[in-house]
């Protein structure tokens, strides 16, 4: 198979040069302490385990390349998504904090809320957030695990497969007209008339920090876990993650300047060209608000990034690539169809994000000699979510996720 050339738009982060150091700034919004407890909690969960971090050494060739490997998190518990790290994460920590201030309860498990304790007070408990997609599935999952209720609000450009497989958690769906922003701030706005608990990744929606700290840093297990599949290898040279808010790639960037310094690889942030919000920041030297396009990698649809993200985005993120649908498009085929011994892998419109990225970057001489990609150069790419809307993978790639993962 062949690549495409599609032009990427890229911007370089000249401000974080100089701010290699991991700050007292950055630590107040993400730790190595909150980190733990994170860790701790979440690999305790029924069926937790590490997502797969796949070689691709005939991509790796084909790209002039030392090494290239996928991190696929559509292998992330049954919800396909990196996103399972993050929400129900935080859904735990607001129903622990209301037993505490409400009910004097310490130290209130996670399994001890699956085996129903306390579920007296916490049954109408309402969680809500909005989403493109795959947080509210982790949103949902977490309250069903854990024993609450949820409301999810979902924009007009999310899909009804999407929909269905958020509702399948038993959360009640609120779909508004407008953008993923719009729904952010609807959430927002209807959680505070309403008391629920608004259960936010990003803090752009008026709510406060605390929740997207705690979303942020359920994110920072799936960093941790890359490093420990490195074990004896190579720290990577560079490391390719997708936009959307920002809370990934914060989370990314955040984990890998604390534990590495200054040996941190070289971070690029790739979003769509129709929802370059983190793009134009970066390019701006602050957060920059934009009208978003309706744009194919659903789960990346955002105007606005997240207050809470971006102090580590500007001061840790390197670059950042804007791209064409249509290079997700071709990333989510040469994925599906593997490269001679390559594993095939499936990654949905978000998920092949950071894959086009690499793919458009690496065929592109300009931009490959800005990136220092080169022979020597390994890359990890992070496939953040799996065929998370199924009937849209096999229209595109013309087998379903199953047939795929049946092959293999």
Known sequence: MTF???????????RAASCAEYGELE??????????????????????????????????????LKAVLQKDEGKRFDLKSFKALGGAYAVLGILQRHLHDKHGLEGVTSGQFQAGAHSDLIKDIIVATATDGNHGRSVAWGAQ????????????HVSQVREQEIAKFGAEIVRIAGDYDASVRQCAADADVNGWQLVADTSSG?????????????????????????????????????????????????????????????????????????FRSIQ??????????????????????????????????DDVLALPDEAAVQAMRVLAAGMDADAALVAGESGAAAMAGLIAAANNEPLRNELQLTERSSV??????????????????????AQIEAAA
């Not at 602050?286 to 207050?307: K, N, Q, R, Y």
């Not at 998370?388 to 790639?397: H, L, P």
């Open 4 to 14: 495409e050339d599609y032009l990427a738009s890229h911007v370089h982060n000249a």
């Open 206 to 278: 008026g709510g406060q920090t605390d929740v997207p700290k705690m979303v942020m840093q359920g994110y920072t297990v799936m960093v941790q876990e890359v490093l420990d599949q490195l074990a004896g290898a190579a720290i990577p040279t560079h490391v390719f993650v997708p936009g959307g808010v920002g809370g990934l790639a914060a989370s990314v960037a955040a984990h890998l300047s604390m534990r590495l310094g200054a040996e941190c690889p070289r971070i690029v942030v790739v979003e769509p060209t129709k929802a370059d919000c983190i």
């Open 380 to 401: 990890v790419t992070i496939g953040s979510e799996g065929a998370t809307d199924a009937e849209t993978f096999a229209r595109v790639v013309g087998k379903s996720a």
């Open 27 to 64: 630590s107040q919004i993400l730790n190595l302490s909150a980190f733990q407890k994170a860790w701790d909690e979440i690999t305790s969960w029924p069926d937790y385990e590490a997502t797969p971090l796949v070689p691709l050494p005939e991509m790796a060739r084909r790209l002039g």
């Open 284 to 317: 701006a030297g602050e957060p920059t608000a934009i009208t978003v396009g309706d744009t194919f990698m659903a789960c990346l649809s955002a105007g606005e990034v997240s207050p809470l993200a971006w102090p580590i985005l500007e001061r840790h993120v």
């Open 145 to 156: 695990m854990f024993g609450c209720r949820c409301k999810i609000y979902v924009h007009e």
